[in-house]
């Protein structure tokens, strides 16, 4: 293991059994083995087994940040724990240099009958921090968590915000070399988000090597310079964040269930007097897309058969991202007014010379309507697809779309 | 930053040979003193702090046990036999001796059972976590040795001064109880009937032991007693605070080795396969 290497983690392999008896008597089995001096035989699959991490390798240097990211039940956090040592690979070997810290799931081992003031002595000492540690942070660890004169009340009576927040600061607190982190920071309030944050970053500034393991682009982009995409256990990717990111969004896409049915549709007045045909998202050269980088120009070409005159049409489109926030634009709010009225088939193309989403796979709806948005004539709910990757150099959810100015005064 | 490199890899324990296997035990025992601490004050709080009576339950148990007996004994039920001390007094201490042991087991056989959702969350000793568990019986010791005071007290009667001996004579069976602790810890992890079945077992076993009854003379029960390491790790310590004797001292002994043995084989298993609990439990 080279001086400046900090966790080497070469070819490996987790299995995990289906069966819970089989389990039971597989575990009984190789405590056996093992007693007699025997290996437990792990390169095999025995019946009901499957392999939940599938030859794994990668390397992260001392200070360096790699995330983890893939879709549920893809093994992230089999991989994590194995990091930590809490399971032991079945194939190959993880070396470590120094010591491991873990976010990932805090408060683990808080004892609800005991107060604040003794939980996070006992959580410390289970984190592996000394007696003298613990006295030297412990206020510190008290001003982080924020919890006031709570501190000596049963950790029972505490909100679950004080119970994560308790937890979340004796854990940073234990000063590790290594921190692993799992999707712990999607807790507490706006304003204890942030702080966790700028824990983290002072963190890695200190030097601490830092593995992420999130569901979220946007975080892994912002906290991690490398990452690493796996699926089925098996590794996709690995290399810098924004690649990674957007290589996993593009493989999603078919995965990502469509929840929503045109149902919706059919609930409109019958009457149908306009009708949407199509929607068809193009690059500048006009070539049909279903992904592109923020911040590049995107061209919405919708199609429609306009059976009656509408008076004072209304045509738009949404963009729904997968935490439920929407981004919309339509002819209303441009004020765009068609001279002649609006008869037979249509084509409107819609142009944004910059699409300044942030990365994420979004569904869109396109919606023709009468006098008002509300009053909809024809609805595609959630019919089509676009994915937004990552810019390249992007710092940021979105690049600002600005115009500069610099004088000599 | 500490330059300890921990690498995790299949069977990992096997490559090392049996030998080194002793100092490192060792040397996270010794590691982890503190957390062993702050693990058994966890423990104890969990199973005394919502309670009114708390520790003094450690004084229910007995008492009630013996009156049953003692009931027993006078109606002809059975016979506890020839004592030379007060009854209660008999009985208190051994109780005592006994609850050392099997309080202790049962303790710590479900100790990872019940911090299951810590182990699969933090990586920590593992053997802290036993030790701490088994050490819960220590208490609820000292608590029934006020008890055996008050006795005396009552009975107008003293203990030998052999009674500064205890620390030392209890080694064994505690080393006993901690050892199979380890093990059947680590099976009542992967397969929950052990819990179960441990329960039904020390009931047994305390019946079959000379406990709250003095040793027959003849009979099955006389020869199995005979052979009862259990009876000498108990009735030897007694009989040492209340008459200052050892009477049995071979018995003793051979199950002192005993002891010693069965502690060894069981930490060494406990060392070489706790890995694999975490994924099991």
Known sequence: MDDDTAITVDHISKKYCKSLKRSMLYGVVDIGRNTLGLSSLPQHLRKDEFWAVDDISFEVKKGGTLGIIGPNGSGKSTLLKMLNGIFWPDKGKIAIKGRVGSLIEVGAGFHPLLTGRENIYINAAILGMTRKEVDEQFNSILEFADIGNFIDTPVKFYSSGMFVRLGFSVAVHSDPDILLIDEVLAVGDKDFQIKCYQKMYEIKKRGTTVILVSHNEYTICEQTENCLYINNGKMKFLGPSEEAINIYIKETLEHRRKDFTWEETDKLPSSKKAEIISLEFCDQNGDAISFIESGQELHIILECIMREELHHPIFGVNFYDNSGFMYCTNSDYENVSFEEPLLEKIRITITIPHLHLPTNNYFCSAIIAEESVDNLIDWHNMAYRLVVGRARKARGAIKLPTQWEINKT | ?281
């Open chain 2, 1 to 281: 930053m500490s330059g300890i490199i921990s690498t995790y890899e299949p069977d990992n324990s096997l490559k090392k040979g049996y030998l080194s296997i002793f100092p490192e035990i060792w040397k996270e025992v010794k590691k982890n003193r503190w957390l062993i601490y702050q693990l058994f004050k966890r423990e104890f709080s969990a199973a005394y702090k919502q309670s009114f009576m708390g520790v003094l339950w450690a004084f229910i148990i007995p008492v009630v046990s013996i009156c049953v007996f003692m009931v027993l004994n006078q109606s002809g039920i059975l016979s506890i036999g020839d004592i030379r001390a007060p009854y209660p007094l008999y009985a208190v201490l051994g109780m005592a001796f006994w609850q050392l042991f099997s309080r202790g087991l049962v303790a710590s056989s479900s100790s990872l059972v019940n911090a299951g959702s810590m182990i699969v969350k933090i990586n920590f000793s593992k053997k802290s976590l036993v030790i701490a568990s088994a050490g819960q019986s220590i208490i609820s010791f000292l608590v029934q040795f006020v008890l055996v005071a008050i006795l005396f007290f009552y009975y107008h009667t003293a203990p030998s001064f052999t009674i500064v001996l205890i620390p030392l004579i209890v080694i064994p069976i505690m080393l006993l109880t901690l050892g199979l602790g380890f093990i059947l810890s680590l099976l009542n992890g992967i397969v929950r009937d052990i819990g179960n079945m441990l329960s039904i077992l020390m009931t047994f076993l305390m019946f079959l032991t000379p406990v709250l009854y003095a040793k027959p003379k003849t009979g099955i029960l006389a020869t199995v007693t005979n052979y009862n390491p259990l009876y000498y790790l108990i009735s030897v310590p007694r009989e040492l605070v209340l008459m200052g004797t050892i009477s049995e001292g071979a018995g003793f002994f051979f199950s002192t080795i005993l002891s010693v043995t069965v502690f060894v084989a069981c930490i060494l298993v406990f060392h070489l396969t706790e890995a694999r609990i975490a994924e099991r439990i």
